[in-house]
């Protein structure tokens, strides 16, 4: 006992003479650097070196202010061989790793700022050193010099450390929640782990099976046997264990637990502890983890199980992930190639992206117009027109769409068909706003082509229809003039008025139809207005109920919960209504139990539908085909112009109409009115 603490006192007092003496030898070097020990005086130099570089406990270099090299001694130039030769003078740098740059020239300023010792760490080849950057004593301080002390420190030898199964499954999941495995393929994030999570849980076999691959084939596998790569089909079998799954419950038990069928199973696969997690994103079965015993029938503790639904939460995560950058990948796709010009702005207007098909629209690159406003797309005329609308939908957050003639980059002209619409986040307010800007051109000239082809077409059925619809009467006129002028003398009083009377019947039905052919072109020019839509249809019902219970036909109103507004001319669409409530009653004139039936809902949000049933005489295919044609009729004393004017007039209101019918069942007419 008393050798050994002799022994001890021996080494405390060789530590204390060291540092004892590192520090005297520092006092010296200071001591004697006064002046410059770069200076000519060789005596100066050869004094440092003698006095302190032929230290052995220490390397020790000198360097000036920017880091050159003035001296070092022995020690240093074994430690830190003198790098071979370069194009400059030797720099501190040159002597260590490029790594080590910034933590060097960190040193060196602040010793010279702050004319005190500053000491750093390092490791170079698994050794550690202490660096201390040491002011030199010197009276012209436009030339500071400072002493680097380099000084190695005994190294930490460590035992070697028992990692239990907790620690490799704690540490297996810190791998996994890295950033980067999280958003890497989560396949091949849950293989790196893979035979440390299978030692860790002391299992003979673990295996990822994804749900939505080949029925059965493990994408990763690890276990004591991995030269039997069979399929794991059995699992996918067994539709019990697959409804548990897809709940997301765990199924654990010993073999001989199972069902007798289920036993079978897992006694050809040589299994007697069977584990399996599911793996569920969006309430679908993507996959599962699982895990068996082969050599002993034992249970996989609370613990271990925990872990497993902790990884299978955080590989879940890795999926989630991975499906959501593919989604954003097929977006942005879709996007970059659309030929439509897709443009994102912020709610004041200022672009904050473009997709290449801009130039190809507006002649404007993206880089043209990201961070400028919107504005630079559209002339002074077109701001002056409908730049009112653009920034009231800008700061609504409604939807916008319009049509209108626009000027390139270099100033041709093009028609577009612009719409703007709202993007809003998950608080469901108004993030940003996308704009969708279409080159109309080439469809607005084959749209005038087909107009006019179908002009010739119905102009030609219209001349027709009315040398028919008006030869008619005029020939009966005629007729009766004719016959009434041969015999004047000899017909009396009764016989010339019913010849008389008969004339103006015919002239009556003439007027009848150039009336109708005047109401044709009336409503050329709607004033649209928002028009509350209900309280349209509850005056349809006052002008109609007493004709209609008339009739014994009965009305049903099926009113929406809240007001809708529609953007209509009010004076217009009222005719609307009244032409089909008078073709439907029309259409129940032979039926019994005679109903129309009014709907007014509103499906989207930009649109409020009309809808007017009745359970009438219906029509066939061929009749509904031919009724919005001008003058096709099926009524004995029809035009065949009702529901012609009724679609235009429509038309002119941005509305639609489209019709639908059965034979013996009745008919639906249904309109699309855009709200305001």
């Keep these: 006992m008393t050798s050994i603490y002799v022994f001890l006192t021996i080494i405390f007092l060789g530590v204390f003479v060291i540092g004892f003496l590192s520090f005297r030898l520092r006092k010296e070097i200071k001591k004697n650097t006064s002046p410059s020990p770069t200076s000519s005086n060789t005596n100066e130099i050869f004094l440092i070196q003698d006095t302190c570089f032929q230290s ?3 390397a020790i270099a000198l360097f000036d202010g920017n880091g050159l090299l003035v001296l070092s001694n022995s020690t240093f130039q074994k430690t830190f061989p003198r790098p071979e030769k370069t194009d400059h003078k030797i720099e501190i740098y040159d002597y260590f790793p490029e790594h080590m740059r910034s933590m060097l020239q960190k040193g060196l300023t602040e010793c010279q700022l702050n004319k005190k010792d500053v000491e750093q760490e390092f490791f170079l080849e698994d050794r550690r050193y202490t660096f201390t950057f040491c002011p030199a004593n010197q009276k012209n301080e436009t030339h500071a010099k400072i002493f680097l002390f380099c000084k190695e420190l005994p190294s930490q030898r460590l035992m070697p450390r028992y990692t239990s199964p907790d620690d490799m499954i704690w540490r297996t999941i810190l791998k ?11 396949h091949t994030c849950f293989n790196r782990v893979l035979p440390d999570m299978c030692k860790a849980l002391e299992a003979d076999e673990l295996f990822l099976l994804d749900n939505s691959l080949t029925a059965g084939t493990p994408l990763s596998r690890h276990g004591r046997n991995q030269t039997n790569a069979s399929k794991h089909d059995w699992i996918l ?6 409804n548990m799954l897809k709940k997301g419950q765990t199924i654990q038990n010993f073999a001989e637990h199972f ?11 040589g299994i007697k502890t069977l584990l399996l997690i599911p793996l569920i994103v969006e309430n679908e079965l993507l996959g599962l983890i699982g895990l068996t015993r082969t050599q002993k029938a034992s249970l996989f503790h609370q613990q271990q199980i925990n872990s497993l639904l902790f990884i299978s939460d955080i590989l879940t995560m890795a999926i989630s992930n991975q499906q959501d950058r ?8 879709v996007v970059e190639q659309s030929s439509d010009c897709i443009i994102i702005i912020n709610k004041s207007g200022s672009v904050l992206y ?3 098909a801009c130039k190809t629209v507006t002649g404007f690159s993206p880089q043209d117009i990201t961070g400028h406003s919107i504005k630079r797309l559209h002339t002074p005329a077109i701001r002056r027109k409908l730049w009112g609308e653009i920034k009231n939908a800008l700061a609504t957050g409604k939807s916008w769409s319009g049509q209108f003639d626009n000027y390139r980059k270099d100033k041709t002209l093009y028609q577009e068909e612009m719409l703007l619409s709202p993007v809003l986040d998950h608080e469901g307010r108004v993030a940003n706003q996308v704009i969708v800007k279409r080159d109309i051109t080439e469809d607005k000239r084959l749209e005038s082509i087909a107009e006019a082809a179908n002009l010739m077409d119905n102009i030609g059925f219209i001349f027709s229809s009315i040398r028919h619809e008006l030869g008619n009467p005029i020939n009966a006129i005629k007729v009766s003039l004719s016959v009434l002028e041969s015999n004047l003398e000899m017909y009396d009083t009764e016989a010339i008025s019913r010849f008389i009377h008969r004339g103006l019947s015919d002239i009556g039905r003439v007027e009848y139809l150039l009336k109708t052919l005047r109401n044709f072109s009336i409503f050329e020019r709607p004033d649209l207005k928002e028009t509350d839509m209900r309280a349209l249809l509850d005056k349809l019902i006052h002008l109609t109920e007493k004709d209609l219970a008339k009739q014994y036909v009965m009305l049903a109103i099926r009113h929406p919960e809240k007001p809708l507004t529609g953007m209509v001319d009010p004076r217009a669409f009222l005719q609307v209504l009244l032409n089909l409530t008078t ?14 039936t009014i709907s007014l809902i509103q499906k989207h949000k930009n649109q409020i539908t009309f809808i007017f049933e009745d359970n009438g005489c219906g029509m066939d295919e061929e009749t509904v085909r031919n009724l919005f044609r001008p003058f096709f009729t099926t009524k004995a004393e029809g035009t065949g112009l009702g529901l012609v004017i009724v679609k235009k007039m429509l038309s002119k209101m941005n509305c639609s109409i489209t019709a639908s019918s059965q034979k013996g069942k009745g008919t639906r007419m249904e309109i699309i009115i855009p709200t305001a």
Aim: with cysteine; glycine share 0%.
């Design 583 to 596: 073709n439907a009653v029309a259409a129940l004139a032979e039926c019994d139990n005679k109903t129309i």
């Design 237 to 242: 079998s067994v539709p019990v264990w697959m």
């Design 354 to 356: 473009a997709n290449p």
């Design 56 to 58: 052995p406990h220490e």
């Design 259 to 269: 069902d007798p069928e289920e036993q079978t199973i897992l006694q050809q696969e």
């Design 176 to 186: 996994l929640t890295n950033p980067s495995a999280l958003h890497s393929d989560w």
């Design 326 to 333: 593919l989604e954003r990948d097929r977006l942005v796709t």
